[in-house]
Nanobody, 122 residues
Framework: QVQLVESGGGLVQAGKSLRLSCTASGSIFSINAMGWYRQAPGKQRELVASINSGGSTNYANSVKGRFTISRDNAKNTVNLQMNSLKPEDTSVYYC????????????????WGQGTQVTVSS
């Protein structure tokens, strides 16, 4: 089985920074894309940032220039450095990984972390 464990959420004031981390563990053969999504109450889950195994990144327009995603392939870890946080960044942040299980190389599967709360006060 596979687990994605997130850490680093919390309560901060607007303008401050937070760093989220997520580590994937289990019977993993290979990970393609890793990313962060967020979901605020009453809203749909949305992509914040993603990074593929080659290091190419993609960001939501609302976080470009403020957030930076990075990845350590050897450790199956993805990080999200969030600077200049705004109250509208308040949400539950979810880690995501698209990966192959060691026992089934025929397909890529989508896995999610349990979510970590980020609250930005004004």
């Amino acid at each position: 089985q596979v687990q994605l464990v997130e850490s680093g959420g919390g309560l901060v004031q607007a303008g401050k920074s937070l760093r989220l981390s997520c580590t994937a563990s289990g019977s993993i053969f290979s990970i393609n894309a890793m990313g962060w999504y967020r979901q605020a109450p009453g809203k749909q889950r949305e992509l914040v940032a993603s990074i593929n195994s080659g290091g190419s990144t993609n960001y939501a327009n609302s976080v470009k220039g403020r957030f930076t995603i990075s990845r350590d392939n050897a450790k199956n870890t993805v990080n999200l450095q969030m600077n200049s946080l705004k109250p509208e960044d308040t949400s539950v942040y979810y880690c995501n990984a698209v990966l192959q299980l060691s026992g089934d190389l025929r397909r890529w599967s989508n896995y999610w972390g349990q979510g970590t709360q980020v609250t930005v006060s004004s």
